[in-house]
T-cell receptor, first 114, second 115 residues
Framework: LAKTTQPISMDSYEGQEVNITCSHN???????ITWYQQFPSQGPRFIIQ???TKVTNEVASLFIPADRKSSTLSLPRVSLSDTAVYYC???????????????FGAGTRLAVHP | DGGITQSPKYLFRKEGQNVTLSCEQN?????MYWYRQDPGQGLRLIYY???????QKGDIAEGYSVSREKKESFPLTVTSAQKNPTAFYLC??????????????FGDGTRLSIL
């Protein structure tokens, strides 16, 4: 199982770009990289997912180098409402089209300051 | 609106009592999951189910039980055998796809406390 390592906490200011890097040295061929955001007393919210290279959606970008041993979540121009815990996960399917097992670490606590 | 509904939001249990947490989804997802989250930690998998009438133990299933009689419902019972049940419980679901991984969608959780 691929475990992930990410910083425990980060601080930023409104309007800045935030990059959170996650390492996953034991990632397997079929594994995807997924990022979630969680606010206190709420369920995690899906942000972005990728397999290789770069993925971009309306809220974030995900950069994955060729060796896939790490990934970087990029949040452009953060606001106070982006203060949350961000989880990097490597998920895999036990068999095609089936159960998607996710391994959650402690996440990165991002604090955005005025 | 489509989504996952967990109830109740807060639940209190007396010593020796079983309690059942509800999880309902109207997303037509095949797979459903239960996780436990302790303060300052990530989520740990309790049980999961891919189809109706079938479910599998996750990493910390002891002291818990589930059922999956309907596609949209996956209730979790915290039994008296679970000695440390105080935690935040999260239910999730995702569609079963033959090609791409489908991300899990989460409910907003039930916080269980012991009286």
């Amino acid at each position: 199982l691929a475990k992930t390592t990410q910083p425990i906490s980060m601080d930023s200011y409104e309007g800045q770009e935030v990059n959170i890097t996650c390492s996953h040295n034991n990632i397997a061929t079929n594994d995807y990289i997924t990022w979630y955001q969680q606010f206190p007393s709420q369920g995690p919210r899906f942000i972005i997912q990728g397999y290789k290279t770069k993925v971009t959606n309306e809220v974030a970008s995900l950069f994955i180098p060729a060796d896939r041993k790490s990934s970087t979540l990029s949040l452009p121009r953060v606001s106070l409402s982006d203060t949350a815990v961000y989880y990097c996960l490597v998920g895999f399917r036990r068999f095609s089209g089936g159960y998607n097992k996710l391994i959650f670490g402690a996440g990165t606590r991002l604090a955005v300051h005025p | 609106d489509g989504g996952i509904t967990q109830s109740p939001k807060y639940l209190f249990r007396k010593e020796g009592q079983n309690v059942t947490l509800s999880c309902e989804q109207n997303l037509n997802h095949d797979a459903m999951y239960w996780y436990r989250q302790d303060p300052g930690q990530g989520l740990r998998l309790i049980y999961y189910s891919q189809i109706v009438n079938d479910f599998q133990k996750g990493d910390i299933a002891e002291g818990y039980s589930v059922s999956r009689e309907k596609k949209e419902s996956f209730p979790l019972t915290v039994t008296s055998a679970q000695k440390n049940p105080t935690a935040f419980y999260l239910c999730a679901s995702n569609p079963v796809s033959g090609t791409d991984d489908q991300p899990q969608h989460f409910g907003d959780g039930t916080r269980l406390s012991i009286l």
